[in-house]
């Protein structure tokens, strides 16, 4: 920060905060871009009901990869190594058993009839537009939470697996 002569503080270009504000900026736009994206990708298969699907249960999960895909290159790598690896393998299945419909994998959507009895009569009984973005929040929620959870999980042992090896001095078991 430089003081102007009338000692209002201002910010000069390339400073951490002008800096972080950029990329938080840019992230926000590219998750905007992507959110439109998966909602043209969902849009333009409206009539082929496997891929829309399987698009619906694996576009968010690969947009937020996407999302992240940045901080590969930072100091806690194997964190999101981890987290990748878990992300990709866990919405490539995800996406497989949308696509294939396979009757116990939709189980889950029953739970808010079984927890909220007539939730989707009144839901349907609702505006057409209202009634899909309630849907569509609701799948989102029942699929994608697992893929996060699954994530994170697997890049919090992949970042406890590295620090254990870097404190054990990254030495291996050898025969003496």
Known sequence: MVSTPDRRPTLRRGTAIASSNRSGVSLLMAAVLLAAI???IVNSLEHYDHARDAAIVTLPMISLLILTLRRLRKSNRSFWVGFHVAG???TSVF???????KPWFYWPLSLPDKMLPGFSVRVNALDD??????FLAVILLIYTTPLVLISVITGWLAA???RMRRASGGATNQVA
């Open 38 to 40: 998966d909602f043209a």
């Open 95 to 101: 996406g497989y058993l949308a696509w294939e419909e």
């Open 129 to 134: 537009s209202v009634a899909s973005t309630i």
């Open 160 to 162: 406890s697996w590295n």
């Open 88 to 90: 990709w393998l866990t």
